[in-house]
């Protein structure tokens, strides 16, 4: 049985930590979208040139683009048994293209895993957000500092700060989410795909909310 997880939840909820803590468990992808447009920009495509524009002011790239980048990324084999969704969808346009994609594939979204998390620590956790140039672990500041200041735990890269994370722009997320991607949650409610996860308890608290509501789910089936 495939098992697709979509994270729902504003920026900083902490979709991405618990996206790769969950890659563990489950033994399937994370992919998230904003990573693979930060993946394009890196290499200087068109595309990730064209998304630039839309990430630094805090709104969200085209549902056309967006959904033929994940779609695409969803249909290799590494994800035949699940995958891990992670920023993506974020409109109806693309909840309602990714549950025909994974129709043709014979998948369909297990769960829907909402991280509920205040605006107020929302803007205290990504304006300390640090990621590593190299290889792209995440810390912060105040919750999960790096043991060298500046530099990765992990690889010894250079630590730096996401241009979205300024507070203008984490404000300007934050309404792009509330006006664009909270729809989503009445759409996966009326499904009862819905599970709200209280995303203000530790990192290690949520992952076991997360991996009990993933068992929950997995032992209906
Ligand atoms: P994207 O990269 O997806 O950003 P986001 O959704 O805003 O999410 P973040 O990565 O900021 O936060 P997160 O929830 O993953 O939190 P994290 O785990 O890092 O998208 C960026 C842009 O790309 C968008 O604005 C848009 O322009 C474009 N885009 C992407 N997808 C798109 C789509 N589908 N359609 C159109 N456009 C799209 O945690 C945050 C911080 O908090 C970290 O420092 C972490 O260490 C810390 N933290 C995590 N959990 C805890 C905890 N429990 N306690 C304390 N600290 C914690």
Not at 4 to 32: F, N, Y
Not at 202 to 212: G, H, I, K, T
């Amino acid at each position: 049985m495939s098992t697709v997880i979509v994270l729902l939840g504003p920026p900083g909820s902490g979709k991405g930590t618990q996206a790769k803590r969950l890659v563990g468990v489950l033994g399937t992808p994370h992919v998230s979208s904003g990573d693979l447009f930060r993946h394009h920009l890196g290499e200087e495509t068109e595309l990730g040139l064209m998304a630039q524009a839309y990430m630094e002011k805090g709104e969200l790239v085209p549902d056309d683009v967006t959904v033929k980048m994940v779609i695409e990324r969803i249909g290799r084999a590494d994800c035949e048994s699940g995958v891990i969704l992670d920023g993506f969808p974020r409109t109806l346009t693309q909840a309602e293209a990714l549950d025909d994609a994974l129709e043709d594939q014979g998948q369909e979204v297990t769960l829907v895993p909402l991280i509920d998390v205040s605006d107020e620590e929302v803007m205290r956790r990504l304006t300390a957000r640090r990621v590593c140039r190299d290889c792209g672990a995440v810390y912060n500041l105040v919750f999960e500092p790096p043991r060298e200041e500046g530099f990765c735990d992990v690889c010894g890269g250079e630590l730096y700060q996401r241009e979205d994370d300024n507070p203008e722009t984490v404000k300007h997320r934050l309404y792009t989410y509330y006006k664009e991607t909270s729809p989503l949650i009445g759409y996966y409610f009326a499904q009862d795909l819905l599970s709200r996860i209280d995303g203000e308890q530790s990192m290690e608290e949520v992952s076991e909310d997360l991996r009990e509501a993933i068992e929950a789910v997995r032992e209906e089936a």
